[in-house]
T-cell receptor, first 114, second 114 residues
Framework: QKEVEQNSGPLSVPEGAIASLNCTYS??????FFWYRQYSGKSPELIMS????GDKEDGRFTAQLNKASQYVSLLIRDSQPSDSATYLC??????????????FGAGTRLAVHP | GAVVSQHPSWVICKSGTSVKIECRSL??????MFWYRQFPKQSLMLMAT?????????EQGVEKDKFLINHASLTLSTLTVTSAHPEDSSFYIC??????????FGSGTRLTVV
């Protein structure tokens, strides 16, 4: 079973701080990686996708990928109370003949306090 | 773009009845659709993967006779929960795949079986 591991949290940060969310995955040949945000009772919404080693920045969000270490992270700068949600890491494992399914981690709950 | 509409958003049914959930891609043709289930405070668990015109591929432990998936067109997939029981109460979410790396989620269906 291919696995995606996340710390369940909660991760509590003060407003304006940097929140750092981490994820490791077991399938070394995974091709693409995603971070989703999920508010309670809602479906996930895509925050970032990353496919190559290194950093990818989009506004206050930066995704970092290290395939050698099988590690992907999400940094949220200038955290706001509205960022309080569960953040899901998802990996598209390489499977010959597969259908591009995503494997989700359990999610990290982020709480940004004023 | 890449909008997925899921209906109904919530449904209450009696034990032993069947419930159908629809997932439509509104502005694109979905190569593949995925059905997830999420219990409270848990992550998304993939139930099955469906491709238009072919049988769905179910994940291990998911009863294919209980969770019927029909993907009759490139824009519509349905999940029917047959003979529902209280333990089937959950949040069901569909996702549509476009191209190699695009995934869009529906808004989810909260099923309560009484």
């Amino acid at each position: 079973q291919k696995e995606v591991e996340q710390n369940s949290g909660p991760l509590s940060v003060p407003e304006g701080a940097i929140a750092s969310l981490n994820c490791t995955y077991s399938d070394r040949v995974s091709q693409s990686f995603f971070w989703y945000r999920q508010y309670s009772g809602k479906s996930p919404e895509l925050i970032m996708s990353i496919y190559s080693n290194g950093d990818k920045e989009d506004g206050r969000f930066t995704a970092q990928l290290n395939k050698a270490s099988q590690y992907v992270s999400l940094l949220i700068r200038d955290s706001q109370p509205s960022d309080s949600a569960t953040y899901l890491c998802a990996v598209n494992p390489y499977e010959s003949g597969g259908y591009n399914k995503l494997i989700f981690g359990a999610g990290t709950r982020l709480a940004v306090h004023p | 773009g890449a909008v997925v509409s899921q209906h109904p958003s919530w449904v209450i049914c009696k034990s032993g009845t069947s419930v159908k959930i629809e997932c439509r891609s509104l502005d694109f043709q979905a190569t593949t659709m995925f059905w997830y289930r999420q219990f409270p405070k848990q992550s998304l668990m993939l139930m099955a993967t469906s491709n238009e015109g072919s049988k769905a591929t179910y994940e291990q432990g998911v009863e294919k006779d209980k969770f019927l998936i029909n993907h009759a067109s490139l824009t519509l997939s349905t999940l029917t929960v047959t003979s529902a029981h209280p333990e089937d109460s959950s949040f069901y979410i569909c996702s549509a795949s476009w191209g190699n790396y695009g995934y869009t989620f529906g808004s989810g269906t909260r099923l309560t079986v009484v």
